[in-house]
């Protein structure tokens, strides 16, 4: 009887590989899951064991042998391998770059599975002795020297790096001293709990007992749906404590921007097991160490962004996700998948419990709720004394602004500063100005690349566009009348920074946004002198919107809400609500008493109503309706279809064979374009694409089965960059 490895192989084709076994190798001790190095055309890859066969379509003479088998013990055991596969069949995207996606980096290159100890610094005893007094001039010593204080179980490399620029050299000195040491163990360092609890309200005491006495029902998903500052964590934190003592694993799926080094120091102070982190600051080495830890059960805690989803676990016992409405949990490009949703899967499969937490969770989310698959525990309360900010509309009608800003916001922003409070200010722009343009000839500045305006940032004069990347000089005179009267038109965050140095010169004010951040760590040092009272006026992006905990602010403007109202994308106004509430949820925690004032030519507007009144669920109902009478999801299942070329027809020409191919499978579908994507070219690339919408997930599913090789392979595949996209998010 013959022997083959069928092996999941990192490339973009849509199908597995047969290998021949050596004579003499022991087939039947590889189980699926293991590493195998192989040769692929004139390369050599690393893939996945899916299955030894015994029977395989590749002709004899073209079987090759593989190189080597990698593992003893599968990377992926039964139930994650399993996941994988659907996946690819779910998303419909090939199956060697799922498993790729799945694996730390390291493995990838085919590092060995060893746990390792992690170097990490300490202060020696003498260290701790040292008065930073006495160290005046030397500011980057006392920096680390402080920050190594805080951190009794110690650093890491990566937490230094993204914290001290330049801090080798630095460690060095100290080391030399006598006042640090390094030293590298190879368990996860245990979290002693330092500080205890707070008192808990009725309804988080409810959440808890609720949840922790169906633990051991197994499946079940619950909707933690609790206002801003309602304690949400608190909830998580004390199920999280049991699922300990009962010797099982939890894992904390949070959101990009949502990883905050304060909710990281909240968990650390907070449980008693061994935390194992998750995310892309980490170096590759300290990721392939931490999914080792998960993986071999010595780590008790794992709390990572989206990918972290795919963490091999030995003691499942509770899966969490925060902020389950994020954006950032759906991954935007290559293999497209829903962490969110993929955790919902991954628990029913693991039987065992969920919690999807969100102040305002998604329309997909509460659907669920509404048709019994999720349960909903509420948390309508504030935690602590803390009285939810009053919101209130700024009809910016014919008003007279300055700098973009009313006079109201104006007037206002002056009485909570004369209050010692700050006030944050909200723009979803950055930039100086979105638009140069002349005032003889009407030229604008666009990218060369996209269809898109250049936006001008002052602080290094230049045009930037913010799609493809694309930098310029900023031009002095116009570059076709070489007229000098430029007009620099509408608002960024950096224009509002300098208005408000302007306007409000006794203040200091800090711009938060991806400028303002790029470099590692200055993040934390902006959040640093914000909570430090430094800064009185912080405007700042989205950026600014989630997490982060300022409890100084009593007053935040929204300098513009109104591009949700009346957006192409049918998503719009669901995301400006959760922003809205979410802005509106950095006001006035603790025991000041918030208000947050939002400017807009749309004060009528029927959405704004429920929102003025904190109510998201009427928010969110008014929506549902929507949804369902003009048949968007989550009533109906999307798919869309995305093509782009250099060369501007190549895209609608795929898209129109695809679309015959999806019409031959004749599936109860609706196919919708080819039309070219509503930014048509970006990065120098011509964009298409095709919408299919079905009444359920399997008409869908049974669509791409029948005909994606046959897309797959047909000849206008080749000369297009093409991707599915299923359950998108983002339309454009
Ligand atoms: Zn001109
Ligand atoms: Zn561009």
Not at 103 to 119: D, E
Not at 704 to 715: A, D, R, V, Y
Request: hydrophobic letters at 40%; a positive charge; one cysteine or more.
């Amino acid at each position: 009887m013959n022997t083959y490895f069928r092996i999941a192989i990192p490339t973009p084709l849509r199908r597995h590989f047969d290998y021949l076994v050596p004579i003499n190798f022991h087939a039947k001790s590889s189980l699926p899951g293991v590493r195998i190095k192989v040769p692929f055309g004139r390369q050599t890859l690393i893939g996945i064991l899916l299955e030894v066969v015994h029977e395989t379509d590749v002709p004899a003479q073209k079987l090759k042998p593989i190189i080597e088998v990698l593992d003893e013990q599968p990377v992926f055991d039964r139930e994650l391998l399993q996941l994988l596969r659907w996946c690819s069949l779910y998303y419909h995207h090939p199956i060697g770059e799922v498993m790729q996606n799945a694996l730390p980096v390291k493995l990838r290159q085919g590092a060995a599975t060893h746990i390792k100890g992690i170097r990490r610094w300490q202060l020696t005893s003498e260290g701790k002795q040292v008065d930073t007094q006495d160290l005046k001039r030397a500011a980057k010593q006392i920096a680390l020297i402080n920050d190594l204080k805080q951190s009794p179980s110690g650093l890491l490399d990566s937490q230094l790096t993204e914290q001290h620029i330049g801090w080798r050299p630095v460690m060095k000195r100290l080391q030399e001293k006598g006042w640090v040491k390094s030293f590298e163990e190879n368990a996860l360092p245990v979290a002693k709990p330092i500080s205890s609890a707070p008192t808990l309200n009725a309804d988080q005491q409810h959440a808890i007992d609720h949840i922790v006495n169906q633990f051991d029902t197994g499946f079940h998903a619950y909707v933690l749906e609790g206002v801003t500052g309602s304690g949400k964590t608190e909830v998580y934190l004390q199920v999280i404590e049991r699922v300990i003592q009962q010797g099982k694993q939890a894992l904390v799926l949070v959101p990009e921007i949502g990883l905050t080094p304060q909710l990281l120091d909240r968990f650390l102070q907070r449980l008693s097991g061994r935390i194992a982190i998750m995310h892309s600051g980490l170096n590759d080495e300290e990721r392939l160490q931490a999914w080792l830890h998960t993986k071999a059960g010595s780590a008790d805690v794992i709390i990572g962004t989206r990918s972290a989803v795919f963490s091999p676990l030995l003691r499942p016992g509770i899966i969490i996700v925060d902020e389950e409405h994020d954006l950032s949990f759906k991954q935007q490009d290559g293999f497209r998948y829903s962490a969110r949703d993929l955790a919902v899967k991954r628990a029913r499969d693991l039987n065992i419990p969920i919690i999807l937490g969100s102040a305002t969770p998604s329309l997909e989310t509460l659907l669920n709720a509404s048709q019994g698959r999720y349960e909903t525990l509420l948390l309508p309360e504030r935690a602590g004394n803390a009285k939810p900010p009053a919101i209130h509309l700024l009809d910016v009608r014919s008003q007279k602004m300055e700098h973009g800003l009313s006079a109201q916001l104006l007037h206002k922003m002056k009485e909570h500063l004369e209050r010692d409070a700050q006030v944050l200010l909200f723009l979803n722009r950055r930039g100086f100005a979105p638009v140069l343009m002349c005032h003889e000839c009407g030229w604008h500045a666009l990218c060369p690349r996209c269809d898109a305006h250049m936006t001008l940032h002052q602080s290094n004069s230049s045009l930037r566009c913010h799609h493809c990347g694309t930098e310029q000089y900023q031009p002095k005179t116009c570059p076709k009348c070489k007229s000098d009267d430029l007009l620099q038109m509408g608002f960024g965050t950096e224009r509002i920074e300098h208005a408000l140095t302007e306007l409000f010169p006794q203040y200091q004010v800090i711009r938060i946004d991806r400028d303002s951040t790029r470099r590692k760590g200055s993040m934390e040092k902006l959040l640093k002198e914000i909570n430090n009272g430094k800064r009185q006026i912080l405007i700042g992006t989205q950026m600014l919107a989630k997490g982060h905990h300022f409890p100084n602010v009593t007053l935040v403007g929204m300098l513009n809400a109104d591009h949700g109202l009346y957006s192409s994308d049918f998503r719009a106004s669901e995301r400006m609500g959760q922003l809205i509430l979410q802005v509106a949820g950095r006001a006035g925690r603790e025991e000041k008493e918030g208000e947050v004032l939002i400017q807009t030519h749309h004060a009528d507007h029927p959405l704004f109503k429920p929102l003025l009144e904190h109510d998201y669920p009427g928010f969110a109902k008014a929506l549902i309706e929507e949804r369902q009478q003009t048949e968007l999801p989550p009533f109906t299942h999307l798919a869309l279809l995305r093509a782009e070329a250099v060369e501007q027809q190549q895209p609608i020409i795929f898209l129109e064979q695809a679309r015959l191919i999806l019409e031959s499978a004749k599936q109860d579908v609706m196919l919708m374009g080819p039309f070219p994507a509503l930014m048509e070219r970006r990065a120098g690339r011509y964009r298409a694409q095709l919408l299919i919408q079905a009444n359920s997930r399997k008409q869908l599913q049974s669509l791409f089965s029948l005909s994606i090789t046959q897309i797959e392979n047909h000849k206008t595949a080749k000369k297009v960059r093409w991707s599915i996209d299923i359950d998108p998010l983002d339309l454009l």
